[in-house]
């Protein structure tokens, strides 16, 4: 169900915004409005312009709250703003230095990496970077060619110059090298090497050794950076570590102060008065915003004022639905397709209903459907998953459609119905299985039902003409219900009653449903009755309404499934006990029956999840639910986000 909301208003001085907030706001649901955009004389209101104060040290709260190990152990205690405040300070001093250092250390270990990418390539060049360095003849260049081009990099070398090419590494996308040549043709060698894409890397002139041997050194320097660094932010964890629960009450602390200082970007102000005053407003339950007014009745710096027309103010009130716990888990797949409006009537009862109910059926096996209420249930009070708790309820149809089918992991017993063998003879139709009869059946009950419920729903939105015609209101509603009783006094071998019944309400309920547009517009009162030309109004009717048919028989036929699925479950059952030699009376063999009960429990079992869930999203929601519902977001919630 959806609860009774209530607009409230709150105003007092300017001056006492935070008392009001930390009095009222954070111990209240309230779903906060803007307050400019509420109020009726909005020309004579401001908006607050101070800047946030807290937000500096919110900034610095958090970084501290990074370093905490487990903040959600630690035991919170009542902190004041200032005290709050000085405490972090304190901390952040503490640990500052401590920082600046692995700071420095961190970018003395990022240069070591960079050197170390640079050698690293030329670790198998067996001459010292000094003696490279020292050559008074030649000059040389470190540096990488495309692998595409090392392979013809010769044809575009002069054969009459003089230069060496030393390798150090293949790699799939580079060839990394050193390449010499005399002072006097290093120029034209160079040139040389730049047509080819030889790409130059520079080697730090501090390493003067082997290539291999300072690469050597550079990882050992390394390790002993890791250790000072790993020795430093012991340091700041054991600073933070022995504070931690008081650390961790002071930074919700000043997350709670800016968030009630943020509340004043709702606020509105009066202008140009002797007195500011500050005003705030918003949604609470009927029930809370009773409570609410009577703690502020003494109180001579709030002023209360409660409306429970919903209809005289500008926002629409937020959704907050309220389920009993047996029904709650199926909110997730209602919030999947979208929140119901306030004047919307909450279809988890129904989805609840219908998806439990629809899924046993497609789901029959008692030993299965108890693996999916333990599993569930299990899943469900450990991890509070709301999708283990729909498992849970699904198991437990299953069972009851398991034991009205007679099958256990597969094993047959003496059952109210055979999903495989239960026929039966119609006139037109001939043999034909009581499962599919049955889902067809179920199927238009559920069509009318959603209709009753669209019915009830623009009723409850006081939109008379939504409520009669339509396919889905009262004219549909009269239209489909004559549908199936022409249909079963045909069955029943009444064909003469079913024919009068059909001339007289078919005829009806088809014009009212073409009349749907102008009719609906002489209930509200609105004018034109058809916005476009007469012939442009009756072509649009008329395919809509052989739209709406083709649906209504579409709809109708979707839910077979239903029944094909429980026979073919059944059929699968079949199959794995003939493959563990069940048939005829045999003895199973109790792994191929474990296997295959695992197998089609995760195979049909997810199919089926989703093929229920189309049926309530396309077959039941599309008829009488449309979803536009705003969540009911509590400030105070908010604020512990």
Known sequence: MIEKMSFVTLAGPKTEIDYLVDHYLSKHDIHLENALSELSSAEQFTTF?????????????????????????????????????????????QIDDIRTEVTNLEKQMDALNQDYAVLAPFKTLNYSLKGIYDMEFFKYRFGKIPRSEFDKFESYLDPDMDEIFLTC?????????????????????????????FDEIP????????PNDECLNIAKNKAELDEKIKFKNAEISTVVETNRDKLVSACRRIEIAFSNFDVRKLAAVTRDSGVTFQVLCGWMTTKEAKKLLKETDDDPNVVCIVSDDVDDHKSIPPTKLKNNRFIRPFELFVKMYGLPAYNEIDPTLFLTITYAFIFGIMFGDLGQGLCLLIGGLIVYKTKKMDLAGIICAAGVFSCIFGALFGSFFGFEFESFISPLNSMITLPFLGSINIVLVAAFLFGSFVIISTMIINIANAIKQKNLGKALFGPNAVTGLVFYVSIIAVIILYMTGKPL?????????????????????PLKNLVSKKQPLIEDSKGIFAATAFFELFDYLITYLSNALSFLRIGVFAISHAAMMQVVMTLAGAENGGSANIVVVIIGNIIVMAMEGLVVGIQVLRLEYYEMFGRFYEGSGREFVPYRKKYKK
Not at 60 to 76: D, H, Y
Not at 169 to 193: C, M, Q, R, T, W
Not at 203 to 210: E, S, V
Not at 497 to 517: D, K, N, Q, R, Y
């Open 49 to 93: 312009t101070e800047e946030n104060p807290f937000k500096a040290m919110l900034t610095k709260s958090r970084e501290l709250m990074l370093l905490v190990k487990n903040p959600e152990k630690a035991t919170i205690s009542k902190i004041n703003v200032n005290k709050a405040q000085k405490f972090i300070d304190k901390i952040d001093e």
């Open 169 to 197: 590494l293949v790699e799939s996308e580079y060839v990394y090298g050193v390449f010499f040549a005399p002072i006097d043709k290093f120029n034209e060698v160079a040139k040389d090497f730049r047509n080819i894409h």
């Open 203 to 210: 080697i730090p002139k501090q390493y003067k050794g082997f």
């Open 497 to 517: 009653p079913g024919t009068i019944l059909a001339v007289i309400m078919f005829g009806v309920p088809l014009i009212l449903i073409f009349l749907e547009e």
